[in-house]
Each structure stands twice: as C-alpha cells, then as structure tokens.
C-alpha cells in the first residue's frame, strides 16, 4: 500500500493543525493504522493509532487530551487532528500501515508515507 501524507505546516503554539494520511491504491484492510513522530536526532515516536478491529483508538501520553485520530473509510483516509500544539510537537509526521499484532512499535510496521513536516514556535 503507498501513503500519502498531508497538512503539515509552521503554525504558533496553541493552534492547530489536522494531518491526514491516504492510502493511493487500495483500502487499509490491515490490524492498524499509525501516527509517530520524529524529531532530528530522535528515535520515531508512536503518537497514535487506530486498530481496526473494533475500532479501537490508541494515544501516546503526550498527546492524550490534544489530539485526536479519526478515519474516513469512504476516502481511505486517517486523520490526526492535533490542538493546543507545543514547541516540543515538533517533528516529521509519518504514518504507518501494520498487519503485525503491535500498534506500538514501529519496527512492526510493513508501510510508511514520505512524512510532512509540522513545525512549531513559540
């Protein structure tokens, strides 16, 4: 499957911005679809995921509360939709694509977008 990610952008702290993930060439009929991050220097960082079996929605502890993954089926698309950003939210987004058992990890993950880059100032 290929992804796409999009709506990455340079915003303030406290604002928003919602990305959003397309798989281009077929539907995710995967265990999950992710969201991490990383920052230059960093190790990627699982931010969040949704299981499809029953639908079940997963959050790292810094973005419970401020952001918020959602999918729309019918365009084969997952949001993250991200509020009250932060200077240390920082970081190329990518999304990933898993048939492994483990949302968490991303070694575990069979496919990934090019990322977008979301920047935050202070």
């Known amino acids: 499957v290929q992804l796409h990610e999009s709506g990455g952008g340079l915003v303030q702290a406290g604002e928003s911005l919602r990305l959003s993930c397309t798989a281009s060439d077929r539907t995710f009929d995967s265990y999950a679809v992710g969201w991490f991050r990383q920052a230059p220097g960093k190790e990627r960082e699982f931010v969040a995921a949704?299981?499809?079996?029953?639908?079940?929605?997963y959050y790292a502890d810094s973005a419970k509360g401020r952001f918020t993954i959602s999918s729309d089926n019918a365009k084969d698309t997952v949001y993250l939709e991200m509020k009250n950003l932060r200077p240390e939210d920082t970081a190329t987004y990518y999304c990933?694509?898993?048939?492994?058992?483990?949302?968490?990890?991303?070694?575990?993950?069979?496919?990934w977008g090019q990322g977008t880059q979301v920047t935050v100032s202070s």
């Open positions: 990933g694509d898993t048939s492994g058992g483990s949302y968490y990890d991303p070694s575990l993950y069979d496919y």
């Open positions: 949704i299981v499809w079996s029953g639908t079940r929605l």
